[in-house]
């Protein structure tokens, strides 16, 4: 079994399936290429903080011609975060019986992670977290990383889905997993 210690867990593809065709398909996108580049530099601004909700939802509408409210618009990007991962719940909590601390570490908006906190049953076991939307950096910019070693060390383990943010914690000398599932996950903590 890997020393227990803090587990650094993305949640996007990690602990719950993200389903974007939900929110863009609705508006007529049916392919990321086809989303106004406006729409999604506003997500990205909002994901490192730099945009508010209200701002958010005044973009998105301008730019897609929709005529939904502020609060359905973020009704809807909020749907684009999907089921929880399989059996994801039940090994956070097993990583936590045997020691290890989960923290969330991930790019998202404060509207998302809202809504994660009140939505998935994972997020009550999993209280701390480094975010893009407090750091102003989003993964693999070295700032996430440093944020996280500043607030909790160095992790024992680094989970993600995305190779990108995975090779981002080579230069902090992170022990990093690319997620493909539940039961890799469960092998690599000796769960």
């Known amino acids: 079994m890997m020393e227990p210690g803090v587990v650094a867990l993305d949640i996007g593809g990690v602990c719950l399936s993200i389903h974007p065709e939900r929110c863009f398909g609705v508006l007529g996108y049916h392919a990321i290429e086809d989303v106004p580049v406006a729409v999604l530099g506003a997500v990205d601004r909002m994901e490192r903080g730099n945009l508010t909700e209200k701002e958010f939802a005044e973009i998105f509408r301008k730019v897609t011609g929709s005529t939904r409210s502020g609060e359905e618009l973020q009704t809807l990007w909020c749907a684009t975060l999907g089921?929880?991962?399989?059996?994801?719940?039940?090994?956070?909590?097993?990583?936590?019986?045997?020691?290890?601390?989960?923290?969330?570490?991930?790019?998202?908006?404060?509207?998302?992670?809202?809504?994660?906190?009140?939505?998935?049953?994972?997020?009550?076991?999993?209280?701390?977290?480094?975010?893009?939307?407090?750091?102003?950096?989003?993964?693999?910019?070295?700032?996430?990383?440093?944020?996280?070693?500043?607030?909790?060390?160095?992790?024992?383990?680094?989970?993600?889905?995305?190779?990108?943010?995975?090779?981002?914690?080579?230069?902090?000398?992170?022990?990093?997993?690319?997620?493909?599932?539940?039961?890799?996950?469960?092998?690599?903590?000796?769960?």
């Open 83 to 191: 089921e929880p991962v399989p059996g994801m719940a039940a090994l956070v909590r097993d990583m936590i019986k045997a020691g290890f601390k989960p923290v969330f570490f991930s790019d998202t908006s404060a509207l998302h992670l809202r809504y994660i906190r009140e939505n998935f049953p994972v997020a009550e076991f999993v209280p701390d977290g480094i975010y893009s939307f407090v750091t102003g950096a989003k993964k693999p910019e070295p700032a996430m990383y440093a944020a996280f070693e500043a607030d909790y060390g160095k992790p024992v383990l680094y989970v993600d889905d995305r190779e990108l943010c995975i090779k981002g914690a080579g230069p902090f000398g992170w022990k990093a997993l690319q997620f493909t599932g539940t039961d890799a996950l469960r092998t690599e903590l000796g769960l």
